[in-house]
């Protein structure tokens, strides 16, 4: 018989001040009147031991409502079968003595039914499926407790422990707590990370981390994600900017008319036509399109389903457009995207470019580096280069056309068509790629076909050599040093050679700056009245001669070649004066002679057999004493015959002896 806990611990504790009956009694008598036993005892557990005294017998009552639990064997009673703590906490049973046929006494015996950890908790549902929207908030209750608590027949208290099963999924459901099995969201759902998980929710009756003997029961819950309408349109193609694939970027459309011309058929566009999708590709929402600005003239109109882009009228200038086109759900005008369309109004093309040879041959070796030249055939010296023409330019060259490979990744073409290799050639094969030429603004193109053949290095000769870029920067940079030292070489060979004239030149330079101009002294004592005579003093005999000359002439501006010659500084006579040749005053000076005779700077005819004579020369005889106005004409043919060189280095030298023989070399007669 089934009693609460609260009645059989109130019966306990009475039986303690009960007075034990059985020592009282005659007759019969127990050990224990009040047994204990856990449940799931085997049968024939003894319970107490009964005492009869002669004369005397004792029976079980068989009125007794627990009495087939019990039985008698010589002095124990005895249970007949297993008993369960989940069905029975209590158990009594009388016992009747009797003395002959007359009942002397009763006996009653209260078993308590101790509880043992038998029963695993138990779940209403081992197995639910659960559908949960994409766009259900953080927090809100997936299922709700009561559907997930489990009971456990031992009355033990429940604990709870929730995982996945589904790699990746982890830490998007959780649990309210080890008491409360409530199923939460507890992390923003996307539909396109996963779209159903497994999960595991455990009850048991001894916490986790219990040494005890643990019962469990175990709950399998499916989780469907339902997509929900959370992003708004994608123009394609697009390119994935984070590693959940969550947003997608579109780059620009663009397309070319022709400038005064309505085409009458949808634009071709790169990438592709204007096209968008909705992401939440389960749902599929409906999408238009329209062009929100760039258009201002209404050149351009874009179908509102299909986003095929059309013209209205043609374009008159060659400036370009820049069209604003959005894609816009029908259910949800908040949901949208916005694509730039760059359209390019350039000249009718009216030839497409082509290739004079249908067919190129071509020639590489096994084993050059990347980026190797693929020669001519034949010519393993001269790189293979394709070249498209265009009738459209004078010349057939058309700066905007650019080449590549079509059907082949072992070969690129650059810009300016050479075809290089792409990899590591390995082994010798005949190699047939289309290359193409596209003409960049009118998107026109031209193909032709290239057969290169792959061959090993040492089927040539040493003459056929083929170099390759990296070849070619190392043979300029050493042309480029061996130039740089031949340079710097002949700069130290023109130094040597010429470093006193052009010292010379520059000194000269300077004095004539500093002179302020080419008159000489004797020409401004011109303006004196009175006539000036210098005396000079020979080395043998201190003889003085006095010669004066005056002249009176006219200013008039030198010729350069003279005005160098009267600036230098070696020369000691001036334009007005008289000059006598240095060699022979030097002379004049070192050799001890008898006097010479001045020579009169009134002479007519022109000496023109002596290099060193220099001489002032009238048209006519002037009679010196008659102080006529004389005119100076200046011998500029026989000065720039002289000068040259060698003689510019001797005025150097001799200015260097100026300072010495200074009062040797002075000679000559100042023109008032």
Not at 268 to 273: D, S
Not at 389 to 408: A, G, L, R
Request: some cysteine.
């Amino acid at each position: 018989m089934a009693v609460s806990h609260w009645l059989l611990t109130s019966v306990l504790f009475l039986l303690l001040f009960l007075p034990d009956i059985s020592a009282q009694q005659q007759g019969c008598s127990v050990s224990d009147s009040a047994p204990s036993v856990y449940e799931n005892n085997p049968p024939g557990y003894v319970l107490t031991t009964i005492h009869v005294d002669p004369g005397f017998t004792v029976t079980i009552d068989p009125t007794s409502e627990d009495a087939k639990f019990f039985t008698i064997q010589g002095s124990e009673l005895q249970l007949t079968e297993s008993v369960d703590y989940e069905e029975n906490t209590v158990l009594i049973v009388n016992l009747i003595c009797w003395n002959s046929d007359v009942q002397s006494n009763s006996l009653e015996i209260l078993v308590t039914i101790l509880n043992e950890n038998d029963n695993s908790p138990v779940f209403k549902q081992t197995n639910l499926t659960q559908v949960v929207p994409e766009d259900t908030k953080v927090n809100s209750t997936i299922i709700a407790r009561e559907e997930l608590t489990a009971s456990d027949a031992d009355l033990d208290t429940i604990f709870y422990e929730l995982t996945t099963i589904e790699q990746g999924t982890e830490g998007y459901f959780a649990i309210k707590g080890v008491y409360n099995p409530e199923i939460y969201l507890s992390r923003a759902l996307d539909y396109d990370k996963f779209k159903l998980t497994t999960l595991l929710l455990y009850a048991r009756d001894r916490p986790v981390d219990s040494s005890d003997a643990t019962n469990t029961a175990t709950a399998t819950i499916n989780i469907l994600i339902e997509q929900s309408d959370t992003k708004p349109p994608w123009f394609l193609p697009c390119t994935f900017i984070n590693t959940d694939n969550s947003i997608c970027i579109s780059s620009p459309y663009t397309g070319r008319v022709n400038i005064s011309e309505v085409s009458t058929e949808p634009l071709i566009l790169e990438p592709g036509p204007i096209h968008a999708i909705d992401p939440d590709y389960t749902i599929n929402e409906r999408i238009v399109y329209s062009i929100v600005g760039g258009d201002t003239d209404k050149v351009f109109s874009v179908d509102a389903d299909t986003g095929n882009l059309t013209m209205n009228k043609a374009a008159t200038s060659l400036d370009g457009f820049l069209l604003q086109v959005m894609a816009t759900q029908v259910n949800n005008i908040q949901k949208y995207s916005v694509a730039s369309v760059e359209i390019k109004v350039i000249n009718k093309s009216e030839h497409p470019p082509y290739f004079e040879n249908k067919i190129y041959s071509g020639t590489v070796f096994v084993g050059v580096a990347l980026r190797s030249f693929v020669f001519q055939a034949g010519d393993p010296s001269s790189p293979l280069m394709i070249t498209a023409m265009d009738d459209d330019f004078p010349d057939k060259v058309n700066p905007n056309i650019e080449y590549y490979i079509k059907n082949s990744t072992d070969f690129i073409a650059t810009k300016d068509g050479f075809i290089l290799t792409n990899v590591v050639l390995q082994s010798p094969e005949t190699v047939t790629i289309e290359a193409v030429g596209r003409d960049t603004v009118s998107l026109q193109e031209a193909s032709t076909v290239i057969v290169v053949e792959v061959m090993h290095a040492t089927a040539v000769t040493s003459s056929d050599k083929a170099y390759t870029a990296q070849d070619m920067a190392i043979l300029g940079g050493t042309l480029a040093a061996l130039l740089l030292l031949a340079l710097v070489f002949l700069g130290v060979m023109i130094y040597k050679q010429y470093r006193k004239p052009v010292k010379y030149l520059i000194r000269k330079k300077f004095s004539k700056e500093i002179s302020g101009g080419f008159q000489n002294q004797s020409h401004e004592q011109d303006s004196l009245p009175d006539v000036s005579t210098k005396q000079h003093e020979t080395p043998e005999n201190g003889s003085v001669e006095s010669m004066t000359h005056v002249l009176k002439q006219p200013a008039f501006p030198l010729p350069s070649s003279n005005a160098e010659e009267i600036n230098s500084p070696p020369k000691p006579s001036v334009a007005s004066t008289v000059t006598f040749d240095q060699e022979e005053k030097e002379k004049e000076v070192e050799e001890p002679e008898p006097k010479k005779e001045v020579k009169s700077i009134l002479k007519t005819d022109r000496n023109t057999a002596d290099d060193g004579y220099k001489a002032v020369w009238f048209k006519t005889s002037v009679d010196p004493e008659a102080r006529e106005t004389a005119e100076v004409i200046v011998d500029n043919a026989v000065d720039s015959d002289d000068e040259s060189d060698q003689e510019m280095q001797e005025k150097e030298e001799e200015e260097d002896d100026y300072d010495k023989n200074d009062h040797h070399s002075r000679l000559g007669v100042s023109l008032a």
